[in-house]
């Protein structure tokens, strides 16, 4: 049984971790080192884009332009709490973006605004950022990610400094025009992928909530897996009539964590504590998962443990995630923080990053978790039930502290548990999660794609690729 398709969508994974802890959820690009707080663009800020000119897949440019202009809607909507910056279209760039000449375009590493000299593109020491439809593919085959991968999106120049960065001032999208081309590539799968790499440019990293849905190969379940999953679910044929093109509450979280109104603290919550191995010692690099318990495979929001630091200590660099250093003492922590939570009852879980694939776009080295994904209890020790599960009262503008798991084995075993069955949770209304996108792209574009046109190639394979990474 072969899952219709997935593929890995590529991230250059930067992660400067925090010097004290902040209210933020989610996974992050970027966090500024000092003041703990992820980075994004300049709150109120508008981005202004250049497009490529020429055309993606079968999309002509005007389409191409007019979806990536729906996505940058989905995300400028995503909340009413988020301040997330406007996009505002420049006009095109001066000649198709191709293989012979991205590299004025295109850069694989960052730079920052006190040495615009250094950058890469010249995009980058304009400060343009660009949409790129790679027609051919060859820049994400050639440059951006080898092994092969969908899009590329990533921040291209950071205000301030290496040691003291602020703010996203640039950024670029490379889109795969060998996907949109594909005659089981739906235009909505189009949409998705764009959604999704624009999260990557407004900051977002990878995340995982109901990976058991993937794993498990569950059909019809994919509207809860969010945009900013680290893979693309292809929808190609009516058993998926849903794509990542919705934003869901784990997306929806992340945005606004980022780019908070004043009205997300009154109006949302957190739910803050710390994993430990069964001696108490922290465990870094587990999934922890919150969830209303009124409709829990929706409302689910997830961050991995040990990706900040405690008051006092700071992150070595952010190349060995999960540990941090007073100047002097090395600690590892295991602590989490997942904010922007709507109030309601929640249950909180850990489960362990899916090896292949979340992983490896992290840049994790030792995703297992010891032991058994597990709920966390009323005194949550080493020996209770993996299922035993407590209700945690999140009240709107509250946050809620010490929810502490302690994983109840001490190995990694070949029978662990490695994340909660889904059989546990709630189906609720999942009004969060639509079943429809709430437009037709493909009729907005004045494509007509008939139900069956799409899916006569959805299961021929599965294709995962993963792209070079970052440390
Ligand atoms: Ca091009
Ligand atoms: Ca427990
Ligand atoms: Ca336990
Ligand atoms: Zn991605």
């Known amino acids: 049984m072969v899952f219709r398709k997935l593929f890995i969508l590529s991230i250059f994974f930067v992660s400067l971790l925090a010097l ?19 980075i994004g663009w300049e709150p109120g800020t508008t981005i202004h884009y250049y497009v490529d000119p020429g055309s993606l897949g079968r999309l002509t440019n005007e389409q191409a332009r ?3 202009r729906a996505a940058m809607d989905i995300w400028e909507n995503a909340s009413p709490y988020a301040n997330t910056p406007r996009f505002v279209y420049e006009g095109l760039l001066p000649e198709d973006v191709d293989g012979t000449n991205f590299r004025n375009y295109v850069n694989l590493g960052e730079c920052y605004t006190n040495d615009l000299t250094s950058c890469e593109s ?14 051919d593919d060859s820049i994400l085959r050639g440059y951006l990610c080898p092994t092969g991968c969908l899009g590329q999106s990533r921040a291209g120049v950071i205000n301030g400094t290496l040691t003291s960065p602020l703010s996203i001032a640039q950024g670029m999208v490379v889109l795969s025009g060998a996907y949109a081309s594909s005659s089981s590539t739906r235009v909505y799968s189009i949409v998705s992928l764009m959604t999704h790499e624009l999260g990557h440019l407004l900051g977002l990293a990878h995340t995982s909530v109901n990976q058991q849905i993937i794993e498990g190969d569950i059909r019809g379940y994919d509207r809860y897996i969010p945009t900013m999953y680290y893979y693309s679910v292809k929808t190609s044929n009516l058993n998926f009539p849903q794509s990542q093109m919705t934003l869901n509450p784990d997306d929806v979280a992340g945005i606004t964590t980022i780019y908070p109104l004043a009205s997300a603290r009154l109006n949302t919550g957190t739910i803050q504590g710390d994993i430990f191995q069964s001696d108490n010692s922290a ?5 922890v998962i919150v969830r209303n318990t009124e409709d829990s495979l929706c409302e689910a929001v997830s961050f991995l443990s040990g990706r900040i630091c405690p008051h006092g200590l700071r992150a070595i660099n952010g190349l060995v995630q999960g540990v941090c250093y007073n100047g002097d003492i090395y600690t590892p922590t295991g602590n989490y923080t997942i904010s922007s939570l709507l109030p309601g009852a929640y249950t909180t879980e850990v489960e362990e990053v899916s090896n292949d694939n979340l992983a490896g776009s992290l840049g994790l080295i030792d995703p297992f978790i010891l032991g058994d994904a597990e709920f966390w209890n009323d005194g949550d020790s ?8 407590s209700n945690i009262n999140l009240p ?11 994983l109840n084995r001490s190995a990694v075993t070949s029978d662990r548990i490695r994340s909660i069955p889904l059989s546990m949770f709630t189906v609720g209304t999942g009004t969060r999660c639509p079943i429809s996108p709430p437009i037709d792209y493909a009729a907005l574009v004045g494509i007509t794609e008939s139900a069956g046109s799409a899916g006569a190639s959805g299961n021929t394979s599965t294709s995962s690729s993963g792209c070079s990474l970052l440390p």
């Open 283 to 287: 465990m870094k690099d587990v999934n």
């Open 66 to 68: 007019t979806l990536i």
């Open 382 to 389: 080493v020996d209770e039930s993996n299922t035993l599960s």
């Open 396 to 406: 709107v503008g509250r946050a809620r502290d010490s929810i502490n798991i302690i």
């Open 20 to 38: 004290e802890q902040k209210a933020w959820s989610y996974n992050f690009l970027y966090i500024n080192p000092t003041t703990g707080a992820p």
């Open 122 to 135: 010249t995009a980058q020491r304009d400060l343009k950022t660009v949409i790129i439809f790679d027609q």
